[in-house]
């Protein structure tokens, strides 16, 4: 079982930056995939990044590649989503998510979610 909770939103300007993190219990970080999604009130949650155990592969939603990266800690049980040059349509709550194995875009893949953390973006 991992627990994952999510940390890092908030108000940004158009342009500007932030820096989500999402932190797991337990011993076994470093063998699972973790990912990042969000979602948009009245719309379905959607994938935005994807990282592999050791932090190797990454995968990104081309509406935010170039602009995020993903990364993880493994000794700090903690992955990254650092997000440059926001833009209003990225405004959304974005939910943390583990599973074992590879990596995938696939929302049905993953069996363990944050809470999700808001952040917004102003014009």
């Known amino acids: 079982q991992v627990q994952l909770v999510g940390s890092g939103g908030g108000l940004v300007q158009a342009g500007g930056s932030l820096r989500l993190a999402c932190t797991a219990s337990?011993?076994?970080?470093?063998?699972?995939?973790m990912a990042w999604f969000r979602q948009v009130p009245g719309k379905e949650r959607e994938f935005v990044s994807t990282?592999?155990?050791?932090?190797?592969?990454?995968y990104y939603a081309d509406s935010v590649k170039g602009r995020f990266t993903i990364s993880r800690d493994n000794a700090k049980n903690t992955v990254y989503l650092q997000m440059n040059s926001l833009k209003p349509e990225d405004t959304a709550v974005y939910y943390c998510?583990?599973?074992?194995?590879?990596?995938?875009?696939?929302?049905?893949?993953?069996?363990?979610w944050g809470q999700g953390t808001q952040v917004t973006v102003s014009s």
């Open positions: 337990g011993r076994t970080f470093s063998t699972y995939t």
């Open positions: 998510a583990a599973r074992r194995y590879s990596y995938t875009p696939n929302i049905l893949a993953y069996d363990y």
């Open positions: 990282i592999n155990w050791s932090g190797g592969s990454t």
